[in-house]
């Protein structure tokens, strides 16, 4: 079956925005259905959007577990798929997902994939090499760093969230887990602010301080720290 996503759909949408906006006679429901079949050759935008809806049901991605309960791998949202509300509330995830993705390049981890990386973390931390014990803290911090953005994509907000190397700044002054001597290192190479959060969460409101490092690529430091764990692994 095919699939469409919702870019797709916001593709759609935009065109026909871009036509009315011409001085068309047509309406907008009309060049929604005329770009509909003209890219995707279904019968109108309605079609295009039931196809969407689907689609997410249908996609490899899908996993069945047991009790009638299916796992999205692409968002990791577990759902009962015979029951409205819960489709529904994974369609609204995924969504969020793909806006993220598309905006980013990159989704956070999933929940297990998380719980991995600070294990892999905390044993570095352990070891004697302070490059380990630098790549531990900072695994560590990623891992706390994709759970809040998780939250964020959730929440709606992930647009406003700092990216990997503000975060550890801001995370810094409360990783408490983070021996001393890695922990002056970390603030030396990312900055620190001052008391942001203690929970480990962003939240929309907490603002962005100015800091004493310079900001970096935005999101170098994560991708360079996940290549160091796969080899490490
Ligand atoms: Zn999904």
Same mark, same amino acid.
Request: glycine share 8%; net charge positive; aromatic share 10%.
């Given at each position: ?10 593709? +759609? ?66 759902? +009962? ?58 695994? +560590? ?93």
């Amino acid at each position: 079956m095919k699939i469409i996503t919702h870019s797709d759909i916001n593709a +759609v949408k935009r065109a026909a925005k871009a036509a009315r906006k011409t001085g068309s006679s047509l309406s907008y429901m009309q060049w929604l259905d005329h770009f509909a079949r003209q890219n995707h050759q279904v019968s109108g935008f309605h079609e295009l959007q039931k196809i969407c809806d689907n689609g997410l049901l249908m996609s490899d991605d899908i996993q069945e577990l047991s009790g009638g309960i299916v796992h999205c791998r692409f968002c990791g949202c577990n759902f +009962v798929a015979q029951l409205d509300c819960d489709r529904a509330e994974h369609k609204k995830r995924h969504r969020q997902c793909e806006q993220f993705l598309s905006a980013m390049g990159y989704l956070p981890q999933q929940h297990d994939r998380r719980e991995t990386t600070k294990r892999q973390g905390y044993m570095l931390m352990s070891s004697a090499d302070t490059e380990q014990q630098r790549t531990g803290a900072l695994a +560590v911090l990623a891992g706390h760093f994709d759970r809040s953005l998780s939250a964020a994509i959730d929440g709606d907000y992930w647009r406003g969230h700092p990216d990997f190397d503000e975060y550890i700044a801001m995370a810094l002054p409360n990783a408490g887990f983070t021996p001393a001597h890695i922990k002056s290192r970390l603030a030396a190479e990312f900055g620190e602010y001052p008391s942001f959060f203690n929970d480990s969460y962003w939240k929309p409101g907490r603002g962005k301080v100015a800091r004493s490092a310079p900001p970096k690529d935005r999101n170098g430091t994560r991708k360079k720290l996940f290549m160091t764990l796969d080899l490490s692994q």
